[in-house]
């Protein structure tokens, strides 16, 4: 369990939702199968897919 | 899905979920889905039905989650009571599963790939670990399509 992880995933989801920047990447790992977040500078998996656009698409509204 | 559909699903598949799908009735259009598994980062695996409808990739498909269920909120109720929800980004159950919002059906099209349904409802997995912590709606950490 990763409770920390978790949170900070959180916090750069819900700052995205304010469309306030962090310069923070959130990129989905396959080598760990998970969501990450990268921060600026550090290294990432190359076969890492970003999911900034994904989050930041929107999710569909119930209607 | 045609058969060269089918091949690209899982050349991408293979290559970011390894060993955590499985294609169910792939060349049955009335009941072909999608089962995989994620992995939040808080260590909890669900599984997730991604219904295929009978002309993806024209048409949208429908995410359940299988495993956990029931799936509970933050006060330990079903998140089922409350579906469909705006503030929980879930929509009408289907057999005891709750179903994610992800694409705007609206907005989908051909390009879009399983894998690209996969990665967003996995964005949902996480902010809704997110709720189980804090209590705060799934809508505080993902926005709805403008």
């Known amino acids: 369990m990763n409770d920390k992880e978790t949170r900070e995933l959180g916090k750069e989801l819900a700052e995205r939702n304010r469309d306030n920047s962090t310069g923070n990447d959130i990129v989905f790992d396959p080598a760990t199968g998970e969501l990450i977040l990268v921060r600026p500078g550090e290294r990432r998996n190359p076969d890492s897919t970003t999911v900034n656009q994904i989050a930041e698409d929107g999710f569909a509204l119930y209607k | ?146």
Not at chain 2, 117 to 144: P, S
């Open chain 2, 1 to 146: 899905m045609d058969k060269a559909r089918l091949n690209l699903e899982i050349e991408i598949l293979e290559r970011y979920f390894p060993r955590r799908y499985a294609f169910i009735y792939p060349h049955d259009p009335s009941r072909s889905y999608l089962d995989v598994g994620l992995r939040t980062k808080s260590g909890r695996t669900f599984r997730l039905k991604i219904s295929i409808p009978s002309d993806y990739p024209n048409a949208m498909p429908s995410v359940y989650v299988v495993h956990p269920k029931p799936l509970l909120d933050f006060s330990n109720n079903n998140l089922i009571s409350i579906a469909p929800s705006g503030k929980m980004h879930v929509l009408s159950p289907s057999d005891g599963c709750i179903q994610l919002c992800h694409f705007d059906r609206s907005l989908w099209h051909s390009d879009m790939t399983l894998y690209k349904v996969a990665l967003k409802c996995l964005v949902w997995l996480e902010a809704y670990q997110n709720h189980l912590l804090t209590g705060n709606d799934i809508d505080y950490y993902l926005r709805h399509c403008h």
